[in-house]
């Protein structure tokens, strides 16, 4: 058992340009939650895979934001034309099957939009 | 509407002192479960602990202790002899009884332990 693991650790783009962070969750979990971590507050729920259907987007996750699951393994999480109020701390966590199991966290992206 | 609050916002205390986290949640579903994370400087979170809202135990793990009160609708957690390692940030947070299993998280509490 590895753990959660995310990719890059850091990025600092442009705004405008696009970027994508990867996931990959714990091998037997089902689960794929992403969450969005900005300075001082606690993590916000983006979206949540069960296997590679996503099943639930926040209101939070606009237009420019995209999540992928295929094959139910990795997830890679995309945004489109950066702005600087996306500069967050971008958390992936993944979890056996059930709704009530406990969610295990990667170390999380970290994204910079100059 | 689910809510976690977490009204302490930094706490410091010295070496070997007991230090109380206070949670208090709000939510309409009769079954729901609550979580306590730690996010050490590093900045992984790592999972504590989770109770089912019909486990209303006391549960101690260490110097780690925890208590559910749902009467008062509050989930407070206790480190005992507190250690410099335990300085943090710690989290509690709620999910409600739905398919998604998203996690409400509060604001935090800062827990400073000095030398």
């Known amino acids: 058992d590895t753990g959660v693991s995310q990719n890059p650790r850091h990025k600092i783009t442009k705004r405008g340009q696009n970027v994508t962070f990867r996931c990959d969750p714990i091998s037997e979990h089902n689960r794929l939650y992403w969450y969005r971590q900005t300075l001082g507050q606690g993590p916000e729920f983006l979206t949540y895979?069960?296997?590679?259907?996503?099943?639930?987007k926040s209101r939070l996750l606009s237009d420019r934001f995209s999540a992928e699951r295929p094959k139910g393994s990795f997830s890679t999480l995309e945004i489109q034309r950066t702005e600087q109020g996306d500069s967050a701390m971008y958390l992936c966590?993944?979890?056996?099957?059930?709704?009530?199991?406990?969610?295990?966290f990667g170390p999380g992206t970290r994204l910079t939009v100059t | 509407a689910q809510k976690v609050t977490q009204a302490q916002t930094e706490i410091s205390v010295v070496e070997k002192e007991d230090v109380t986290l206070d949670c208090v949640y709000e939510?309409?579903?009769?079954?729901?479960?609550l979580f306590w994370y730690k996010q050490p400087p590093s900045g992984e979170l790592v999972f504590l602990i989770r109770r089912n809202s019909f486990d209303e135990q006391n549960e101690i793990s260490g110097r780690y202790s925890w208590n559910f009160q749902k009467s008062t609708s509050s989930f407070n957690f206790t480190i005992t002899a507190s250690q410099v390692v335990d300085s943090a940030v710690y989290f509690c947070a709620l999910s409600e009884n739905s398919n998604t299993g998203k996690l409400i998280f509060g604001q935090g509490t800062t827990l400073q332990v000095k030398p």
């Open positions: 966590a993944s979890s056996l099957s059930w709704s009530s199991d406990e969610q295990y």
């Open positions: 895979f069960q296997n590679e259907a996503q099943l639930e």
């Open positions: 939510t309409r579903d009769t079954t729901y479960y």
